[in-house]
Each structure stands twice: as structure tokens, then as C-alpha cells.
């Protein structure tokens, strides 16, 4: 047993959120506050869990389910606060403190879902389902309990658990040592530039160069930096090629410099551990593992739908590619085509093609037009409001405070968005929760947050966004309405607690309203005249909307087969990065394109478990994102009540509470086809 611990888990400002509209008082948390706190909430949570599992009474579905699945209420309490400033605003302390508390917390919860006794409680439950007569709902939460516990090892012998339990902390120890090492790559380097060398910059970036430079002690300068939102437009734009291949290499190599941020040794000992993991557990394989539980359910249901995608995406870059070498030969270029030409002759055949480049686009994505577009979108369908209140402390001063309410006024739960890139700030962008919201005890209502990285304006200036930003605003907020529309019950899956090919459906399905004219004619106004975009220029950003699909998709796909070639293998490389290699020859993929994330800085499924051998989610989704716009459109009504009201029924607001087939067959009548996203990509 721990010692007892001098932090009084009632009182503390982290655990009991007593400052404005029930936040915690972030004024009142210290870095110093973290480790004791979670000291104190972890033995707290023990001893739950210690009753439960030491109760003699006959299980029943309140003195042993709803127990563990409201106890540790501390814990969640200071874990989300903690891993919320460990993403958004992190410092030498808190990652020390993030080293220690990772595998503290694997510890803690691999004991739990190996507590023999606890298991035993379940198991009877399990065993007596048919007889209990339960809900829906609460069969499920029953049935997924169960056999997470049974996935996590509940029926290994002795030996076996121990095993299993060292395999999970060292794999989360590793987990936070790939991001770190990344975030340090990321943040060590930048290419220092002078007015001389910006030739064919726009001004957006331009000044985001400006205030990089300046936060990295280079005042009157400008840096080319590894954040997506700098280096993109870099690589569009720049017509100093010799720059664009420095940029680019820095950017493919995160992660693989060498020195104590290399992760090739880190990728190697997770896939070791993972495949040794999966054996244990008796799966053919750490994809067969994690596969178990999702919609696609199998390795050859993903393939089933990368490989044709793939096909056709690499045929696409080939034509696409053509056209390129042809600019490139006209503008004079007699050098060979290379991954750093691209984006920039695919930006100049963009402009040929559609006579506007995306920088004509920017002084209309004004940051908080969009915001107030997603507010008002969500509005139109689902009935719910957004007040923004000044003056809330939270984990740093640019984080704004929004309170969400219902059609009739009463309060649903708070929004917290974190728009602007800086050093503390891991790369990204992402939702998470402070609080989920469920139904179950006293009930809990929704806390959710926002964080993006966008370039931050000169102070006085308005934020501008790409089209691509503008589109990851909607995105990271789909998942927000995910969240905060949420009825369930059982907080294992409340909100965004669903399969992990299925979680990205309310995300990217939202990403359509952008493009609504009615939306973009309201909210898409130039920052200095007021005017509303164009329609020419609209049709033609939406003329473009497929162009490019042969590089985004080969980008994509290849990261998403070589995340399933490490993890549908029984065993594991033993050179990681050869292994890459081998596997794009093997798909034949073309030297003049990149993988959109290689190994040592794929953080989706190496910094963390999250997207192991779930990359592909993101097109699993996609294929319903497209067949579920569909039906709006197929009504002519971007925002038809009666679809809106299925959507928020039977997508938002159901969590995980029933099979993800099911809830989109109640919403769509019918199973999606693929078809529908190979049109949206543009190509077929
Ligand atoms: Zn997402």
C-alpha cells in the first residue's frame, strides 16, 4: 500500500474545480501541485477498486460496474488537467513529471484489468447476462468490460500477467520518448532567413517567418520552421529551390537525426514488445489485436479498402506528375523532378488551372469568422449556442472560454478552444475532454477542448487561414460536437469513446458544412473590405477541391500501409527503417513522393497507442464521411431537420452505446459504399 499522502484530495484545486463556471482554478495550480496529487488520487483510486473487488455481497451491475466505472474521480480530475498541459503548454517539469506519471499510470491500470477478484465480480455478471434482463446499453458497457478485461490478460497465468504488465509499461515509457525526442527535433531546428531570400512568399507567411525568427531570438529575420503550418506554405511557395530541398529534408528526417532524439531504437523495441504482446494474448498479430474491437474488425477488411485506393492514387500521382515536369520544363527548371517540387509546381499548375493561388483565398478565412462559421453551423443542425466568457483563467492566457447551451437556454456543458502555435505547444491539432459528459450517478456535464497550431498574427492582425487550416478548425470541432452532444449513460462510452475507425466520422463528415455556399457567403468575408468571397472565386476553390487527390492520397495511403505492414506481421523487423524501405519498394511507390508521415516521426502510431495499426481510420471514415454528406445532399438541403436530427441522434450524441454498423444504419438506412469517397477525392 502507498503511504498516506498529505494532499487532501477534497480541497485541492485539481481535483475538486471549484474556479469559474466550475473549471479548476487554474490560478491556484502550481507545476510542483501535480506529483503529489497524483499520489494521492492514484491510492484513492486503489481502494475503490479494493472494495469493490473485496465486496462479499453477489455482484450486481451497481455495486460493481457503476462503481468502477465512477470510481477514480481524482484521477480523472488531475490526469485530464495534466495531459492537457502536457500537449498544449509543457515545460522541463511537466515532462519530467511525464516521464514518471506515464508508466505509473500503466502500472496502475494494468493492475486494475489484472485484479483477479475484480475480474471474477465481471465475469459472474458476464456469465448471467441473459438472466439480468438489462438494457441495451448496459449489455454492452457489460460485454466490453469483459472482454477488455480478457484482452488485457485477465486469463493469463501468473507469469503471463507480470509479463504482460512490464511489455505495457515499457511500451508507454517508449511511447513518451518518441514524442519527446520528436518534439525536441521539431523544436531544435529552423532555417534562419533574410529579406533576400523570401522570393515568391506570400505575406501571411512572411510574417509568421517573422514572429518565428522572433521567438526564437532572431528578431528582423524569418525562419523556416518543422511546424506543418509553416513548412507547407513554405514548400508551395518559395521559389528558392535549393531552400525548399533543405526544408524538405529537414522536415522527412524529425526523428532520424542521430543523437539522444533518434527514434529508430524506440520504433524497433515498441514493435518487438508489441508483437510479443499480441502473441501473448494469442492474436496472429498486434493488428489482429487491435483490429479485434473496431469496425473494420480485420487486417484483410483494411486491406480490402487501401489496396484498390492505392491503385488508383498512384496512377493519378503518375498523370499528375506529368503535367508538373511539363511546368517545371517551361519555367526553365532542366533539374529532375524531386519530392521538394511537387507542392510547388502543383501550387503553379493550381493557379494555371483554376487562376487563383491559395493565397488569394487567405484574406478571407479570417480565424474568427470560421470559429463563429462552426458555432453557427452546429446551431443550424443541432440547436445548440455558444457564449464566449472574457476572463477565465485556464492553462494559458490564449485559450478562450465558451459556454454551450441548449435550443432552450439551459447549459449543456463548456468549450475551450487553443488556436495559436508556440514553443510549449506540441504539433498538431486535437480535441480532448478536461470532463466527459454522462448520465450514470450524479451525471457529468461535457468539458471539452480545441487545441490547434496556427501561425500567430502580429498583435493588431487578424488570424488568417488556409483553406487547409480553415478545414481542420471544422474537423477538430466535429469531434468537439462528438463530445458535447453526447446522452449516454455509461461514461466508458460517452462521446468520443467509439471505435477507432469510427471516431472520425463526426470529425471529417463535419469538415463538409465549410464549403456550403450559404456558409462560406455569411462567414467568408475579406479582413480588410467586409466583402463576401467571390463566387467565381468559389466555384473555382471548389472546382479545386479534388485537385492534387494523386499526392494527398499517396501521402496518405503509403503511411497507413506501412503502419499495417509493421503491425499485420507475427513478429518484428529488425531494422525499422530498412523494413520501410522495403515495404514502399515493394508498393512500388513513386521517388518522387514522401510518406505523409515516415517512422521516426509517425507520432499517430508510434507516440502512443492511439492509431497503431489504425492509421487507415482515417479513410475508414472517410468513406463514411462521404456516403453520409450524401444524404444531404441527395435531399438538396445542407441542413435537412429531419437528416440533422437522425445525424445528432444516432452519430453525436450515441457515443459507443451500440454497434458503429447499427448507428450508421439508423442514420443512413444502409451501409456505406466506398464510392462515394473515390468521387470526392476525384479519382475515379
Ligand atoms: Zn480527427
Redesign the pocket.
Known amino acids: 500500500m502507498p503511504m498516506p499522502s498529505a494532499v487532501d484530495l477534497a480541497a485541492h484545486p485539481l481535483t475538486t474545480w471549484q474556479g469559474a463556471l466550475g473549471l479548476p482554478d487554474f490560478t491556484r495550480i502550481g507545476d510542483g501541485d501535480f506529483s503529489g496529487v497524483f499520489d494521492a488520487a492514484l491510492a484513492a483510486h486503489e481502494a475503490e477498486i479494493e472494495a469493490i473487488s473485496g465486496n462479499t455481497e453477489t455482484p450486481t451491475i451497481e455495486n460493481t460496474l457503476a462503481a468502477l466505472e465512477l470510481g477514480g474521480e481524482a484521477l480523472d480530475h488531475v490526469s485530464s488537467i495534466f495531459w492537457c498541459r502536457a500537449g498544449a503548454h509543457t515545460n522541463e517539469a511537466i515532462q519530467a513529471l511525464e516521464r514518471d506519471i506515464s508508466p505509473k499510470m500503466s502500472r496502475h491500470f494494468s493492475a486494475i484489468s489484472m485484479n483477479e477478484r475484480l475480474f471474477a465480480r465481471i465475469d459472474d455478471l458476464y456469465q448471467r447476462r441473459d438472466a439480468l434482463k438489462l438494457d441495451a446499453q448496459t449489455l454492452r458497457v457489460l460485454e466490453k468490460t469483459w472482454k477488455n478485461f480478457v484482452r488485457s490478460g485477465a486469463r493469463l497465468d501468473a507469469e503471463g500477467k507480470k509479463r504482460l504488465a512490464s511489455i505495457n509499461e515499457e511500451l508507454s515509457s517508449l511511447g513518451t520518448n518518441f514524442g519527446q525526442n520528436l518534439l525536441a527535433d521539431e523544436r531544435d531546428w529552423a532555417l534562419f532567413l533574410d529579406e533576400a531570400d523570401l522570393a515568391g512568399l506570400p505575406e501571411f507567411l512572411k510574417s509568421a517567418m517573422a514572429e518565428a525568427a522572433e521567438m526564437r531570438g532572431q528578431k528582423g529575420r524569418y525562419a523556416v520552421t518543422l511546424s506543418r503550418s509553416i513548412y507547407e506554405p513554405f514548400s508551395t511557395f518559395s521559389e528558392r529551390r535549393d531552400l525548399r530541398e533543405i526544408a524538405f529534408r529537414a522536415f522527412t528526417m524529425r526523428g532520424q537525426n542521430g543523437g539522444a532524439t533518434d527514434n529508430a531504437t524506440v520504433v524497433r523495441d515498441m514493435l518487438r514488445l508489441r508483437a510479443e504482446k499480441a502473441k501473448l494474448l494469442g492474436y496472429a498479430s498486434y493488428a489482429a489485436l487491435k483490429l479485434d474491437d473496431t469496425m473494420a474488425k480485420t487486417p484483410e477488411a483494411v486491406h480490402a479498402l487501401l489496396d484498390p485506393v492505392w491503385e488508383k492514387a498512384v496512377e493519378k500521382a503518375a498523370s499528375d506528375q506529368i503535367e508538373l515536369q511539363r511546368l517545371a520544363a517551361e519555367a526553365g527548371s532542366n533539374e529532375e523532378f524531386a519530392a521538394w517540387d511537387w507542392r510547388f509546381y502543383q501550387e503553379k499548375l493550381r493557379a494555371e488551372k483554376f487562376a487563383f493561388d491559395e493565397a488569394e483565398l487567405k484574406p478571407y478565412l479570417q480565424l474568427d469568422r470560421i470559429i463563429d462559421a462552426c458555432f453557427d453551423v452546429a446551431t443550424k443542425l443541432f440547436g445548440i449556442s455558444f457564449e464566449e466568457k472574457q476572463g477565465i483563467a485556464t492553462w494559458h492566457p490564449d485559450a478562450r472560454v465558451f459556454v454551450v447551451r441548449n435550443a432552450d437556454g439551459s447549459e449543456r456543458g463548456l468549450f475551450l478552444a487553443d488556436y495559436f502555435a508556440r514553443p510549449s505547444k506540441r504539433s498538431g491539432?486535437?480535441?480532448s475532454a478536461l470532463k466527459s459528459g454522462y448520465k450514470l450517478g450524479d451525471g457529468s456535464r461535457p468539458v471539452i477542448y480545441n487545441i490547434m497550431n496556427f501561425a500567430k498574427p502580429p498583435e493588431g492582425e487578424a488570424a488568417l487561414l488556409s483553406v487547409d487550416e480553415a478545414k481542420t478548425l471544422f474537423?477538430?470541432f466535429?469531434?468537439a460536437l462528438h463530445g458535447m452532444l453526447t446522452e449516454v449513460t455509461w461514461p466508458s462510452v460517452a462521446g468520443t469513446s467509439v471505435s477507432r475507425d469510427f471516431?472520425?466520422l463526426p470529425?471529417?463528415l463535419y469538415e463538409h458544412w465549410l464549403t456550403v455556399p450559404a456558409v462560406l457567403e455569411k462567414h467568408a468575408l475579406h479582413v480588410t473590405t467586409g466583402k463576401p468571397m467571390p463566387k467565381a472565386l468559389v466555384d473555382k476553390m471548389l472546382a479545386a477541391r479534388t485537385f492534387g487527390a494523386g499526392f494527398a492520397t499517396v501521402e496518405f495511403t503509403a503511411s497507413a500501409l506501412v503502419d499495417m505492414a509493421y503491425h499485420a506481421r507475427p513478429d518484428a523487423p529488425n531494422e525499422p527503417l530498412r523494413f520501410e524501405a522495403e515495404t514502399l519498394e515493394k508498393l512500388n511507390m513513386p521517388d518522387t513522393l514522401a510518406m505523409r508521415h515516415r517512422t521516426p516521426h509517425f507520432g499517430h502510431i508510434f507516440a502512443g497507442d492511439g492509431y497503431s495499426a489504425g492509421y487507415y481510420s482515417?479513410m475508414w471514415?472517410e468513406v463514411l464521411d462521404a456516403d453520409a454528406f450524401a444524404a444531404f445532399e441527395e435531399t438538396g438541403d445542407p441542413f435537412n431537420p429531419a437528416l440533422a436530427e437522425r445525424l445528432r441522434k444516432n452519430i453525436y450524441a450515441a457515443g459507443g452505446s451500440k454497434d458503429p454498423e447499427e448507428l450508421y444504419t439508423a442514420f443512413r438506412g444502409k451501409m456505406p459504399s466506398p464510392e462515394a469517397m473515390m468521387i470526392k477525392r476525384g479519382l475515379v
Open positions: 491539432a486535437w480535441m474537423h477538430e466535429g469531434h471516431v472520425e470529425s471529417q482515417y471514415s
